[in-house]
């Protein structure tokens, strides 16, 4: 197994600091008791709702649900530790647990569901919208493409591979509209939304900005559909998370162009501004831009990180739909802050240089890593060859900015 020798690898094995008391999101305090939101959202919550505080009740931990030892395990450095005997685990209750509600989630262009579990468990549900072989047309502007169930898998699995597991776990899933869907959701709105197509097969559409019409229904095989399962983080009544524009941030118009575009000493203006004028935040936005670049998504016009920590932690990289849409050609002005700034992480620098090889290659560890989705193969294989192309360009940047 490559991805097995890859995490044995002493460039996988280098020791993240000291996790302290302050560094963890939560504070388990036995006194406290669960209670649900009388508002019948299915959320757990606090009964003193205090942001420090995960309300654990007086039960030993290991009869806890797989995603609140999950939650339990955040801290400062990252959202998952590399060895965590819990993944397999949750991965697998994301694929299999049953689902017992079922409602939109409000906001956003696209269709995506809030899926809870019988142990208030909950997912993000992503329905499949092309087929692993359709790419995005060249026509398209980035603000007007589909969201993809399966680069939400693959990003996953990618950002597991450089080390950075800052992407919540994600796993494919096969869902049936009728039973999991339609006969469950107190979701009236999305209710109303439901038909049997021309074909016989079991559609929905729900309310949005963009996708959501009949022209965009989602239909099942007769009423299987794929889709991609993310575990929800916290409950921000919980744990706020604060939401930071991008410096790079794209123009998400027809004609206009960004800042960034224009100037290219762009960068040193970022240097300047709070909160990259110091600490890592930068080189940590700028391991976020190799993510991008070798998926090919160009939508990164937030990211959120976690209120208790201020300035000093990892940036979670949500909302990978929008990524592994082409694969014959790649997008150099992701890699912009890259290139304007000269600037990256040692050990990311290494890492990359290591998945460059012949026995780490990247495509074959991601290959692997997918295998084990339910719905494999979870990339078509033009995609998984696109990476290995993309990461000899982010190494050649690297090159420019070393030679300068």
Not at 49 to 62: C, I, Q, S, V
Not at 214 to 231: I, V
Request: overall charge positive.
């Amino acid at each position: 197994s490559k991805l097995a020798a890859l995490f044995e690898h002493p460039l996988y094995n280098i020791p993240v600091p000291e996790v302290t008391e302050k560094d963890k999101l939560f504070i388990i305090n036995p006194m406290e008791k669960f209670s649900l939101h009388s508002s019948g959202s299915d959320e757990w919550v606090s009964s003193s709702k205090a942001e420090t505080l995960l309300p654990t009740g007086k039960t030993a931990y290991d009869t806890y649900p797989t995603w609140l030892k999950f939650h339990i395990g955040i801290n400062r450095y990252e959202l998952y530790p590399r060895r965590d005997p819990l993944l397999p685990t949750l991965l697998r209750d994301l694929a299999t647990q049953r689902i017992v509600s079922s409602v939109q989630k409000s906001g956003g262009t696209q269709l995506k569901l809030i899926m809870t579990f019988p142990n208030y468990g909950q997912a993000l549900f992503k329905p499949m919208k092309q087929t692993r072989d359709q790419e995005t047309p060249i026509d398209f502007f980035y603000f007007s493409d589909f969201e993809r169930h399966n680069a939400e898998i693959a990003a996953f699995h990618l950002d597991r591979i450089l080390d950075f597991r800052r992407i919540p776990p994600v796993s494919g899933r096969l869902v049936n509209i009728t039973k999991e869907i339609r006969d469950i959701t107190t979701d009236k709105k999305l209710a109303k939304t439901f038909f049997t197509s021309p074909a016989g097969n079991v559609c929905f559409y729900g309310e949005c900005s963009y996708y959501c019409s009949t022209e965009h229904a989602l239909c099942g095989k007769p009423d299987r559909l794929e889709g991609s399962m993310a575990a929800l983080l916290p409950d921000k009544t919980l744990a706020k998370r604060r939401s930071w524009r991008s410096p790079w941030r794209r123009s998400y118009h027809k004609s206009k162009k960004a800042e960034w575009e224009l100037n290219p000493n762009y960068c040193a203006q970022v240097r300047e501004t709070p909160p990259y004028d110091r600490g890592h935040r930068l080189l940590e936005l700028i391991d976020m831009t190799i993510l991008d670049f070798l998926m090919g998504n160009m939508d990164r016009h937030h990211y959120e990180t976690f209120e208790k920590f201020g300035n000093d932690t990892f940036l979670l990289h949500l909302d990978n739909g929008r990524g592994f849409g082409t694969h014959s050609r790649d997008e150099p002005s992701i890699l912009a802050p890259l290139q304007q700034c000269c600037s990256i992480k040692k050990s990311t620098y290494l890492r990359l240089q290591l998945l460059a090889t012949q026995p780490y290659r990247l495509s074959d560890v991601l290959r692997e890593a997918l295998a084990t989705d339910p719905l494999a193969p979870v990339l078509a294989e033009p995609h998984l060859q696109a990476l290995d192309r993309r990461l000899g360009k982010v190494l050649v940047a690297v090159g420019h900015c070393l030679a300068r």
